[in-house]
């Protein structure tokens, strides 16, 4: 008889893809709900339009693919990609860009690759690239925070408007933009960004009613929530530290030299980490495990470059918020980064 | 190269799809994917380019006995740029329309790698009329497969199909444009040179899946097993 030799490590915790995605997306539930406490049921009709389309482009893909259907859709990495899609996107966004930005991750950024674990580039980032680059004005229409807007929407006026454009009233998205004092207002970035090229200070740009405590009413929340999700993930061993903790030291670290030498001109480090989607980025993107870099060496290189190109993206670029192209820039760089931090066997030499 | 007829099918088969300069060989694919948002662009710069390759390829073929082999690089390209230029001028005269919306790139036909990749693998070293042929097939496969690219990016990007036409046909041919659906916002990443990336993959990806099924359904000749006789009769 023969005996089996299982090769190290001998006690290990076995995870299958479907219990790794259902970890992700359990840990995302408390920033989705207070996403959709400060921005109202929309975030919901986004998430079912984006589970919805995940699921159809998900089995057309595998049909064109002569795959079966069902191991597919039970390996719960679309819901994943559609639950980050939708809670990237404006949550009254209409209902053909999550449609459209879903189909097109799913199919050409998974399938045409080769599916699960093949892909080049993070699925939900550049379905997310995609809309934003032909869809400026519908991906950058953020609701206003539901404390500070002038009209209250209800929820069929949510769908009212996702569906049609217009609530039940007659109002569009652009009106309920507007705050109490009647100005359309913009994401805490986007403001932040256009004052600050305008040559406003720091102080008199924070003088809007989206800013107040920590950063933009609602945002520090949400990102607090995500944060909290992440850590869950780092103590279930989801995820490692590596690459959270690289991007948010490769975003922290320069912007707070910048700001020391720029006090009134630049965005605080507190502002950079708790708005926009640094946080979703760092812990729910950034470390997908198909686009990241492979080794502990290479995922800490990897998420110093990815928060290194959001500072410098969010200080000098021609957009407010700068997570999914950082993502994107950094898929390509993960080839050389595993070359150049590849860890050396045991007893295959080294620097000695 | 014994038949002619032959040969031009040879030629007419290798330039339109075994290997097609755009689809299989990848040259020239700057202007490819820089001027094919809409269908009347790829067409323009694919009628210009084809002038230029049929035009070169002639004078290349011609000359190719008394050109020292050392600087025979450094005389193509003056033959090319010289057919650029009388190119550009005839536009600049007939069709200024559209030799504004091209802009630079028809004097960089000149370093459009297709021309010089044509006149140094084929035309320095055959006669000059199945040079000629030679260009022309590499031409139109070329002009093909831009207008195909112009085409599909024009109808996701615009929901159009030969808009501006007039501006290289005159204008009767303003009723050309067909409106295929109206959008208020236009999918711009179509339009943009990431969607001519994305759509060149799907083409190529479309002409292997064609080369894949024709190789797997194709007459497989008849197998003749010849016994070898290992023992003596």
């Known amino acids: 008889m023969t005996f089996k030799i299982a090769a190290s490590p001998h006690a290990h915790q076995r995870r299958t893809t479907q219990q790794v995605m259902r970890w992700v997306y359990v840990a995302l539930i408390p920033g989705v709900l207070l996403q959709t406490y400060f921005f109202g049921v929309g975030v919901y009709i986004q998430l079912a339009l984006a589970l919805l389309t995940a699921w159809v482009a998900e089995g057309l893909a595998m049909r064109l693919r002569g795959r079966p259907i069902g191991h597919a859709w039970q390996d719960h990495t679309a819901i994943v990609t559609a639950v980050l899609l939708a809670i990237s996107i ?62 209250q929407v209800t929820i069929s006026d949510t769908a009212q408007l996702i569906f049609s454009g217009f609530t039940n009233s007659g109002y569009n998205l652009e009106q309920l933009r507007m705050g109490v004092d009647g100005v359309t207002m913009a994401t805490p970035l986007d403001s932040l960004r256009n004052d600050l090229n305008h040559q406003l200070t720091l102080t008199e740009a924070l003088n809007k009613p989206i800013f107040g405590g920590l950063a933009g009413i609602g945002w520090a929340w949400i990102n607090i929530a995500f944060l909290l999700g992440g850590l869950v993930l780092i103590k279930q061993k989801i995820i490692s530290w590596h690459i959270p903790g690289g991007m948010l030291v490769g975003l922290l670290v320069p912007a707070a030299v910048y700001w020391m030498f720029n006090p009134d001109q630049a965005i605080t480090p507190m502002l950079h980490a708790l708005s926009g989607a640094t946080m979703l980025g760092a812990f729910f993107i950034a470390t997908d495990p198909v686009t990241a870099a492979t080794s502990n060496k290479g995922r800490w290189v990897f998420g110093l470059f990815i928060g290194f190109l959001v500072f410098v993206i969010r200080t000098w670029g021609g957009y407010p918020d700068a997570v999914a192209f950082a993502v994107l820039l950094a898929n390509m760089t993960v080839p050389v980064i595993d070359k150049y931090t590849q860890p050396v066997a045991y007893g295959h030499g080294g620097r000695s | 190269m014994s038949n002619p007829v032959n040969t031009y ?17 990848l040259l020239g694919l700057c202007p490819l994917l820089a001027v094919t948002a809409t269908v009347t662009n790829a067409l323009g710069l694919g009628l210009a380019t084809l002038l230029v390759l049929v035009g070169s390829n002639i004078t290349v073929s011609l000359v190719r006995d008394f050109v020292p082999k050392e600087i ?107 409106e295929l659906f109206r959008v208020d916002y236009p999918l711009l990443l179509a339009i943009l040179p990431p969607g001519a990336f994305i759509v060149m993959g799907f083409i190529i990806a479309g002409k292997n899946w064609v080369d894949n099924y024709r190789a797997a359904h194709a007459e497989k000749p008849e197998k003749h097993v010849t016994r070898a006789r290992v023992t003596s009769q």
């Open chain 1, 90 to 151: 404006p949550a009254l966004a209409p209902w053909w860009i999550i449609v459209i930005g879903t189909a097109f991750s799913i199919i050409v950024v998974k399938h045409v690759y080769g599916g699960v674990g093949q892909n080049l580039f993070n699925p939900a980032m550049a379905g997310y690239v995609l809309l934003l680059v032909s869809f400026p004005v519908q991906m950058t229409s953020w609701p206003v925070p539901n404390e500070l807007a002038q009209l």
């Open chain 2, 9 to 25: 099918k040879e030629l007419t088969w290798q330039g339109l799809w075994n290997n097609n300069p755009a689809l299989v060989q």
């Open chain 2, 72 to 178: 025979r690089i450094p005389v193509f390209v003056m033959v090319i740029a010289t057919f650029v230029t009388v190119i550009q001028l005839l536009m600049n005269a007939y069709v200024y329309g559209l030799y504004q919306s091209l802009g630079i790139f028809i004097p960089l036909i000149v370093t459009n790698c297709a021309i010089i990749g044509r006149a140094e693998a084929y035309a320095s070293k055959n006669p000059w009329h199945h040079s000629a042929f030679d260009g022309l097939m590499m031409g139109i496969g070329f002009t093909l497969v831009l207008v195909l690219l112009g085409g599909i990016r024009e109808v996701l990007g615009n929901g159009t199909l030969f808009d501006g036409a007039n501006l290289l046909l005159g204008d009767w041919a303003a009723s050309l444009r067909i």
